[in-house]
């Protein structure tokens, strides 16, 4: 019995594995059908595109009929799949003409010289690729339309069924006579400016990669290997990250990356943070400048006003002249007036020059009731020599020892016997002071 049921559970199995592996090759003979079918209306509706004019509706309507060899297919399978699904791959609104102007766009004139012919390319690949199921050879018909001057005369008598074969047209007759070790000695040596973007960077590095591959495929007439085209790319990553600031590259070598698109897009994340930060810093620095300290500023304007007054009272031309602000003339200072020195210390000069030639020697001798020999105030005070008490207002003149008629003497008596007052004859020019420009006469 144990037999029995077990080779009856065998048998059941198998049928129900049967029936489900049939189910399974069902549907895919049923998605194998309908791929198929798709496929031909697509590329029935793309050679059709062209042709289709506005003056011409009835074309229109023989569209919306499906061609005879393209089987129909039944509800069942329309049911399957929505057709919406259907419309972004199979009907013609798909590329309408403005989608296709908006994908030549991409792609600028080229006269054979005003840009290099790598990049002319790489516009056309990017072109290509917004638009992967249009014909190719009315792509490359458009594509033509962007030629101008000597780019388009190289290519005037020549069919290229195919976007790569039109574009290495163009690189024969333009592309520069350099081979691909000049472009890897380029990458060697490019690294990122000061002022320049990253992603200015990014495309330099992304530029020379293809001229590498280019140049390659040129020299040794084939297309490159999976693991060449690999190689190159380690190459350019290397040279990538060398050509990056520190703060770039330690975080990138740190991580590890393999892809030179990961490090990419990697860098410009890291450049917007930096970004953020700097101003971040820049503004934080702008809050502290403006909320320095107020003292300072009076302080400085203190400063500003006391300059003021000074060089108002010493007055300097230009060229760094002295002029004096008491005598104004020219080569000191008034600190260093003589003349105003002369006034100060002879301060009642003036009220005790005499009038008549009676009081010349009353008001320069002792008086009677002075008992205790004390000179008059006169003129030139010897009280102010004796005490070393300054005679003006910025000058200090200490004793100094007189020679006399009996010798050096310091007695301030025989100072004044000998030193008579203003009216003597040793004071030749005692009506007016000594003049600033000569040197003071010393007593005899």
Known sequence: MSHSDSDSDHKGARVTYERAFKEIREK???LTERTRMLENMMQTFVNYLPKSNVSEPHAITSIQSPPTHIP???LSQQSATPATNMSGFSYPSTYPKSYLRDALELVP??????IPV?????ACKRAKETVPLVDKTMFVRMLRNKLTHHAYLAVEDEIHPTVEKFLDCLKRSFGPGKSSNYYRGQLCMTFKKPNEHVLDYIGRIKDLKTAIIEGDQTSFGR????????????????AFLEGLPRDYRTELRAEGYNSLNDACSKTIVIDRRLQREEL???NARASRDNSAPAPQIQILQRDSTAMQSDSSNNPVASGNQKICGFCKKIGHLIHECRERQYYNNNSSYNNNKPTNGNNNNSNNNYTSNNSNNVPVNSGNSTVASANGTPRGQWNVRPI???ETSQGISMSYKETMVEYQPSNSSQYPFA???????????SPT
């Not at 004139?109 to 005003?114: I, M, P, Q, R």
């Not at 009506?431 to 006469?441: G, I, L, Y």
Request: hydrophobic share 25%; proline share 8%.
């Open 28 to 30: 895919k003979k049923e």
């Open 72 to 74: 129909t297919p039944n």
């Open 109 to 114: 004139k080229y006269d054979g010289h005003n």
């Open 118 to 122: 790598w990049q002319f390319a790489r």
């Open 223 to 238: 297309p490159l290997s999976e693991i060449e085209i690999s190689s190159i790319e380690s190459f350019a990553l290397e």
């Open 280 to 282: 971040r810093y820049k």
């Open 400 to 402: 100094n020892a007189m």
């Open 431 to 441: 009506d007016r002071p000594p003049s600033c420009s000569t040197q003071e006469h």
